[in-house]
Structures are given as C-alpha cells and as structure tokens.
C-alpha cells in the first residue's frame, strides 16, 4: 500500500485520532480509516449481491432505472450514463440514499435527492434490499462519529458540524461497477470516473480488492489501493470552503479497469443538510480557480448547499435534469 495516504484507527484514543484527521485533512484531504466497528460480514454479503444485481440483463434492470426515481434520483444507470466534466465515465451503477416513505414531508414537497430507494425486492435478489439499507445506517453512523472528530481536529465542539449541518444529514450511497471489457471507441471515455472533487463534507469508501482510485496531491496522482476491511474517507468541497481551504477537497478519479475482473466501489457521501447555508469557521484563504480542473471556487459560491449539489448533480445527468427537476410538477 502507498503510504502517501495516512491511516487513521478509531481504536486509538479519540484525542490522537483527530490530531492525525487534522494532520491529514491539511496535507492530502484522504486518509484510511480502521478501527471503525462496521461488520464485514455485511459489507462482503453486499459485495457478493451487487456483483448478481450488474450480472442481471439489462432489460431486467431497466425496471430500476432513474428516470422511475423521478425527484429521489435513486435507481440505476447504465454503462456510459453518468458525466464528469461532460465526457462519460465508463461505469454503470446504482443511485441510493436515506431510505424515506412517501408520506413524508420532504418527498410530499417533491425535495430532490429524497425518498424511496428502487431496488429490486427478495423476489429478485434475496437480501439485497435489506443489506443496503442496513449498510447505509450503519456507515451513515460512522459520518457522524467521524465530522465529532473532525471538530475536534479544528479546536471547534464535538457537536459544532451536527448542530449546525447534519442533525438531518443529506446522506447518499452508491454502488459503482467498473467493468473490466473496454469502452466502445465511439464514447471517447478516458477513466472509469474522471478528475473530481466530492460535493460536501466528507465521503466514506468501501473498495474490492481490485483497484483504481488515484488522488491528485502537489507532487502528482498516486494510487489509493484497497487495505482489507478499510475505508478510504476524504472531505469535499463545503469542508474546505467552512475552513477557508485550510482543509482541501482534493481532486481524484478512477482509472480504467484492466484488471480482468469487475470491480466494485461503495462511498457513501455525508452532506449537509439541503438547506444549510454554508458558513466560514475561519477567513477565506486565497483562492485561484486556476489550480482546479472545472476553473471553479468553492469560496466564490453563496447559497444553500441544496443550491450547490443541485447545480452539480445536474451536470452529472443532464438529461435527467431536464426531465424530471425542471419539469414541472
């Protein structure tokens, strides 16, 4: 494993494992995290169950696709369907978040990004349903558990980002499949996900042990290769810009996969909630948006975190966008 990428042990007394968050947050924005407690029976079942659930016909996984997720955005795309910088990642995967039913307020109220998660039930794929979503719970547990220590690494209270941001955190969960056959020419695509930074506050990976993530740091990409029973966690951008880029969301991607083999990667982004304006814990630091590949400034931005993600996710499926959030309702 390159040891470019800390490795943070939540067995390790709380004081010591926020200092070296901090440490690593300053100098790289990624880190491993072990240590954590979360089941790796569970995570190996949900492994095995997502590589049945690409393995079934693509007529078959229409039946989940997102444009029957309409507002939510849950569901599955296909091979190509998703953007970064406009060019097509070569992936396909599937959509989810916080489980919510249809009678509550914000899926009355057509919020985007929440509601009912389209998976298939046990009539399909016993146990799928029920391992993501006891997954999402539990990972979702360990955000919070880890933005206390994230505080604590920035001198601030241990509830300072709950009580401010994520009491009601947005909280969404993926399931990727890079597939290891090669993209057709004519789709021009260049990484399994191109050059990008994470949205919000932080971000917490499951990988397989097949490999491909690269982070962007000063002295160039290196590789993040999977650690047995790890997570790989980094912070987006509404964390560097609450520090005054103090804390970076650094820029990553996937390389294409020629392993031979499939593989699969589960993050699990820990957001604000939609409507938290998003303010600064120190001054602005200095900010070219000429050191970022998309020429942008998370600092520049003003408007609730809704705003942002929306505008960002809009780019990711375009023809989505334009058919159910600006479709009238």
Known sequence: MDTTLPLIDLRDPPAESARRIGEACRAQGFFYLVGHGCDEARAQRLEALSHRFFALPEDVKQRWAMAQGGRAWRGWFPLGGELTSGRPDWKEGLYLGTELPDDDPRVLAG?????????????????????????????????????????????????????????????????????????????????????????????????????????RTPSGWIEAPPRSGAFVCNIGDMLDRMTGGLYHSTPHRVRLNVSGRDRLSFPLFFDPNMAARIEPIRSAATDDPTTRWDGASVHAFDGTYGDYVLAKVGKVFPQLKQAVLERPR
């Open 111 to 215: 919020l985007p990004l929440h509601g009912r998660n389209l998976l298939p039930g046990d009539d399909v794929l016993p146990g799928f349903r029920d391992t993501v979503l006891e997954t999402i719970d539990e990972v979702s547990a360990l955000g919070h558990r880890v933005m206390a220590l994230i505080a604590r690494s920035l001198e601030l209270p241990e509830d300072y980002f709950h009580t401010r941001y994520t009491a009601d955190p947005l909280v969404l969960f993926r399931i990727f499949l890079y597939p290891s056959r090669p993209a057709p020419a004519q789709l021009d695509v260049r990484d399994g996900v191109g050059e990008h930074t994470d949205y919000g506050l932080l971000t917490l990976l499951r990988q397989d042990d097949v490999g491909g993530l690269q982070v």
